[in-house]
């Protein structure tokens, strides 16, 4: 079974401010791969990041940063210097092979007040 | 590409109609999912395909949901009869070859069912 945990349901923070994105996930799997999709005001699932199990290496894009971390089934997303436009509902996935399921986590809602 | 591509975008129906979702995949795309998104419940995966084939339909709440997919373009979901309760964003996702690769999420359908 797999099962992926985002705790957090609803973060508020003014702009400029860092804000981090909590993902806990579970797999008996070896090899599994991670995700992260964000749904803006205006509905659609966009794909922001993507991690496999033999690679902790940690991704920094821009604004946004990941943190991989085995040792704690931890997918963290982190967005730096938050602006307006970066509100919108996260969701961390996960997958373990080619012909598994992605499963989501409910999502965190991300307001960033000007 | 045109991305994935669902139809109709918005549905209103009322309660005991057929309600059918359309789906075109990306080309090239060999798996299929249907998610269903409520406030109440997220992000829930009904069914998915891999080459055409249904792989897990646990997800589907009840024998009044059907999924079909009779080629590699096409996909459809269907409700009948619909009721009120089965209102709810429907979206459709292809993926790639293989599981590391990520889905991609089409518009999605707003269906309301009075």
């Known amino acids: 079974a797999q099962k992926v945990t985002q705790a957090q349901t609803e973060i508020s923070v003014v702009e400029k401010e860092d804000v981090t994105l909590d993902c806990v996930y579970e797999t008996r799997d070896t090899t599994y791969y991670l995700f992260w999709y964000k749904q803006p005001p205006s509905g659609e699932l966009v794909f922001l990041i993507r991690?496999?199990?033999?690679?902790?290496q940690n991704e920094i894009s821009g604004r946004y940063s990941w943190n991989f971390q085995k040792s704690t089934s931890s997918f963290n997303f982190t967005i730096t210097a938050s602006q307006v436009v970066d509100s919108a509902v996260y969701f961390c996935a996960l997958n373990t092979g080619a012909n598994s399921k992605l499963t989501f986590g409910k999502g965190i809602t991300l307001s960033v007040r000007p | 590409d045109a991305g994935v591509i669902q139809s109709p975008r918005h549905e209103v129906t009322e309660m005991g109609q057929e309600v059918t979702l359309r789906c075109k995949p990306i080309?090239?795309?060999?798996?299929l999912f249907w998610y269903r998104q409520t406030m109440m419940r997220g992000l829930e995966l009904l069914i998915y395909?891999?080459?055409?084939?249904?792989?897990?339909d646990s997800g589907m709440p009840e024998d009044r949901f059907s999924a079909k997919m009779p080629n590699a373009s096409f996909s459809t979901l269907k409700i009948q009869p619909s009721e009120p309760r089965d209102s709810a964003v429907y979206f459709c996702?292809?993926?790639?070859?293989?599981?590391?690769?990520?889905?991609?999420f089409g518009q999605g359908t707003r269906l309301t069912v009075v």
């Open positions: 080309s090239g795309h060999n798996s």
């Open positions: 996702a292809s993926r790639g070859t293989g599981g590391s690769t990520e889905a991609f």
């Open positions: 395909f891999n080459n055409n084939v249904p792989i897990d």
């Open positions: 991690r496999n199990s033999f690679d902790e």
